[in-house]
C-alpha cells in the first residue's frame, strides 16, 4: 500500500517562530508535491506545490525543502501567525498514471 | 474564481437508507472528484470523472457510487447508507491531471448514518 507520511500530527508553535512539517513517501514513481491548506468547515485549498526535479519552492513565508533521494519532504512556515493556524496535507502524484496520495495532515496552532 | 459547491452541507441518514451527495462546478473543469475525510485517515478518493456520462473508481469505491450527467455536475451515491460511511464529503475539481492543475474543492458535506 502505498503511503504518505506526515508528522507531526499536531504542532503548537508561537507567533513568530518557525513551523516545520514533515512528509515521506514511499512510492519512487511519485513526482509531484503539493501542500493543500485546510481551516476549519472549510475545502483544503492549494497553498503551495514543487515537482521532484526541484529541491526548494519558496512561496512568501512558506518554503518546501525537497529530499528526493530520502523520499521526504518538509513545509517551512516562517514567522508563524494566529491565521496560519490549519491543517495541512501533503499529497504525493504519480503524474504518469491517475495515482494521488494524501497524507493525514498536520494539525497546526499558533499562539499569539 | 473557481467555485464548486456541494449539497446538502449536513445530512443525517438511517442506517440501510440511500443517500446522495451533489456537487456542481462553475470552473469549466473536465475532472471532478469526490473523496471522504475521516479523522486519523486524511483524504481518500472515493471516484473521479474526466469527461461526462464516465466515471472511474478511486482508492475507496466500495459501497459508493458515482454519476457524471454534464460537466457541471457530480453526484455520489450511497445506495445502502451504513455507519461506517459517516464522514465528511469533499467534491473537487480540477482542470486535467497531475502538476499544471490545482485541485479546487468544495466546502464539505457532513454526514451522520445513524
Known amino acids: 500500500q502505498q503511503q504518505v507520511r506526515q508528522s507531526p500530527q499536531s504542532l503548537t508553535v508561537w507567533e513568530g517562530e518557525t513551523a516545520i512539517l514533515n512528509c515521506s513517501y514511499e512510492d519512487s514513481t511519485f513526482n509531484y508535491f503539493p501542500w493543500y491548506q485546510q481551516f476549519p468547515g472549510e475545502g483544503p485549498a492549494l497553498l503551495i506545490s514543487i515537482r521532484s526535479v526541484s529541491d526548494k519552492k519558496e512561496d512568501g513565508r512558506f518554503t518546501i525543502f525537497f529530499n528526493k533521494r530520502e523520499k521526504k519532504l518538509s513545509l517551512h512556515i516562517t514567522d508563524s501567525q494566529p491565521g496560519d493556524s490549519a491543517t495541512y496535507f501533503c499529497a504525493a502524484y504519480d503524474t504518469n498514471a491517475y495515482k494521488v496520495i494524501f497524507g493525514k495532515g498536520t494539525h497546526l496552532h499558533v499562539l499569539p | 474564481e473557481a467555485a464548486v459547491t456541494q449539497s446538502p452541507r449536513s445530512k443525517v441518514a438511517v442506517t440501510g437508507g440511500k443517500v446522495t451527495l451533489s456537487c456542481h462546478q462553475t470552473?469549466?473543469?473536465?475532472?471532478m472528484y469526490w473523496y471522504r475525510q475521516d479523522t486519523g485517515h486524511g483524504l481518500r478518493l472515493i471516484h473521479y470523472?474526466?469527461?461526462?456520462?464516465?466515471?472511474e473508481k478511486g482508492d475507496i469505491p466500495d459501497g459508493y457510487k458515482a454519476s457524471r450527467p454534464s460537466q457541471e455536475n457530480f453526484s455520489l451515491i450511497l445506495e445502502l447508507a451504513s455507519l461506517s460511511q459517516t464522514a465528511v464529503y469533499f467534491c473537487?475539481?480540477?482542470?486535467?491531471?497531475?502538476?499544471?492543475?490545482?485541485?479546487?474543492f468544495g466546502a464539505g458535506t457532513r454526514l451522520s448514518v445513524l
Open positions: 473537487a475539481s480540477s482542470d486535467g491531471w497531475g502538476s499544471q492543475n490545482t485541485l479546487y
Open positions: 470523472s474526466y469527461v461526462a456520462d464516465s466515471t
Open positions: 470552473n469549466n473543469h473536465d475532472y
